[in-house]
Structure formats: C-alpha cells, structure tokens
Nanobody, 115 residues
Framework: QVHLVESGGGLVQPGESLTLSCTASGFVFSKYSMTWYRQAPGKQRTLVARITNDHSTYYIDAVKGRFTISRENAANTVYLQMNNLKPEDTAVYYC?????????WGQGTQVTVSS
C-alpha cells in the first residue's frame, strides 16, 4: 500500500524560505519519478516540479530559479526547497507518485506566504 506523508509547510513572509519533505512507503522509491503539485484556494491542482528516478528535474516557469527538488533514496524522501517565496506560492503542496498508471497522493502541507 502506497503511503506518502508531506511535512514542512508553514507561514512565512515574502522572500523567506521553506523546505518541504515527502516520505514514501509501500513501493520501491528509487525506481519512480516523484512530483510535487500545489493547489491554491479556488484553483486547480497544478504541477510544480518533478524528479525522475535518475535525478533529472523539471520545473514550471513560475518557480524556476527559486525552487529545487531533490531526493534521498536511502530515506525514501523527496524534498522541495523553496527560496524567495512569494504570496502567489501560497497553496497546499502535495507529493505524488504514479504506479501502474494509478496516482497516489499525500495529505498535503499548507504553505502560506504573507506579510
């Protein structure tokens, strides 16, 4: 059974940083791409960043140069380092993995950027 647990969210001021973590279980973590999504109030859930099993990365334009996705296979954990946060980054952040065409999601962690 796939289980994903996000943590690290919080309330920060614009320009500050946060690091989100997502710890996985129930599958061979090192073999799969991991993706971070976010969902702002009243908006659809959207992809933020992805890291493949060989550590290739992808970012949406809105976070390039500010966010860094990484993974630690020994700890079954994927991270999202978020720097220079902006109010528009406010959202619930989710990690996800797709196994056999089926996506699994964590419960999410709230990030609020406000002065």
């Amino acid at each position: 059974q796939v289980h994903l647990v996000e943590s690290g969210g919080g309330l920060v001021q614009p320009g500050e940083s946060l690091t989100l973590s997502c710890t996985a279980s129930g599958f061979v973590f090192s073999k799969y791409s991991m993706t971070w999504y976010r969902q702002a109030p009243g908006k659809q859930r959207t992809l933020v960043a992805r890291i493949t099993n060989d550590h290739s990365t992808y970012y949406i334009d809105a976070v390039k140069g500010r966010f860094t996705i990484s993974r630690e296979n020994a700890a079954n954990t994927v991270y999202l380092q978020m720097n220079n946060l902006k109010p528009e980054d406010t959202a619930v952040y989710y990690c996800t993995v797709v196994l056999g065409g089926v996506g699994s999601w964590g419960q999410g962690t709230q990030v609020t950027v406000s002065s």
